[in-house]
């Protein structure tokens, strides 16, 4: 019986060894038409001491950028409990649709930037009970509802991300993401504008987007190359190779013909205090004008088409708050 358990043993780590080299070994022809885009925070720019219109406008006209992926937050739609106010998302999108940019709106609580989930005071507050959270998901839903509604006729829309990276555990959240929940507003989402696609995203390092795949109708990844790793208060650069994107796509798309693409590349620096405190000497050791070109060319030799970097608002402040406009005018080249 023993030999028995070793040969099976074995065998799972042949098979799992066989598998690590196929999704490791080999190269992809890079991706020629790369479609970029940027993502876009309004609080991120605030954060940095921007005025976020204005970075927002220099993204579409300065920088010239065709796609824009907007992230959305419950907070500051919703702060009093059933007083909606889309004044400053109404106004990204009338912007972007004026010059014709296709947006992808990020929408839920878990939208991205920290701290990752955007609950309003009013649900952060309550007494976090069985009953009360029941609650709060409802409230979710009932936000998700009157966001889809209200844009879902407007053609500059071209996807719905539902939440930001849902399966990975980061951030601080009172809501709880599972399985069943995300599955009921995706659902939630299709029900109320079916012509549109429902995107799930996830982590590229840490997953093989089976899940993503199983909800959404398309995939979106991170791609992230030198990061500080918390836990042992080092930073790393990830030992993957550009194929280990390119394999996991295929699989996707065989198994589930679903699409997937960039959308969150590291483009900006990582620190162990947020980037407006961190001084630049630290900055430059996970961001600089090279490791960002080295991001790019990565990029495109996982053989991915589409592609949105993560970053484009710390560009802006180095531009207009530090001087250095060498990695604002390196990305121009790219959506000229």
Request: net charge positive.
């Amino acid at each position: 019986m023993r030999r028995i358990i070793k040969m099976i043993i074995f065998g799972i780590l042949n098979i799992i060894l066989l598998f690590a080299g196929y999704l490791s070994i080999g190269t992809v022809k890079p991706a020629a038409d790369i479609s970029w885009g940027v993502n876009f925070s309004q609080k991120h720019a605030k954060y940095l001491g921007l005025d976020w219109q204005g970075t927002y406008l220099a993204l579409l006209d300065e920088l010239g950028v065709k796609k824009i992926k907007i992230l959305t937050f419950w907070d500051l739609i919703e702060q009093k409990e059933g007083k909606y106010d889309f004044g400053d998302l109404d106004w990204q999108i009338e912007q972007a649709q004026k010059r014709g940019i296709n947006v992808l709106l990020v929408v839920g609580v878990k939208t991205g930037r920290w701290p990752e989930c955007h609950e309003p005071e009013w649900i952060r507050v309550q007494n976090q009970s069985a009953s009360w959270r029941i609650k709060s998901r409802n409230f979710l839903l009932e936000y998700l509802e009157k966001i889809i509604n209200r844009y879902k006729d407007n053609k500059t829309i071209w996807a719905w991300q539902v939440e930001n990276e849902p399966f990975f555990p980061f951030g601080e959240c009172s809501i709880r993401l599972d399985k069943n929940f995300l599955k009921k507003e995706t659902e939630l989402i299709k029900s109320l504008d079916p012509t549109r696609p429902a995107i799930i995203s996830d982590s590229g390092e840490f997953s093989f987007w089976i899940k993503a795949a199983k909800l959404g109708d398309m995939v979106s990844t991170t791609l992230h190359r030198k990061v500080l790793f918390g836990e042992i208060k080092a930073y790393i650069t990830y030992p993957l190779r550009p194929i280990f994107y390119w394999r996991r796509a295929q699989i996707i798309k065989k198994f589930f013909g679903k699409e997937v693409f960039v959308g969150e590349l590291q483009a900006e620096p990582w620190c162990p205090q947020g980037i407006a405190d961190c001084l630049p000497e630290e900055q430059k050791k996970t961001m600089s004008l090279e490791q960002f070109q080295k991001n790019v060319r990565f990029a495109r030799d996982t053989g991915l088409k589409e592609i949105y970097f993560w970053g484009a608002e710390w560009w802006y402040w180095m531009k207009e708050k530090q001087n250095q406009l060498e990695i604002w005018e390196e990305a121009k080249k790219l959506f000229q």
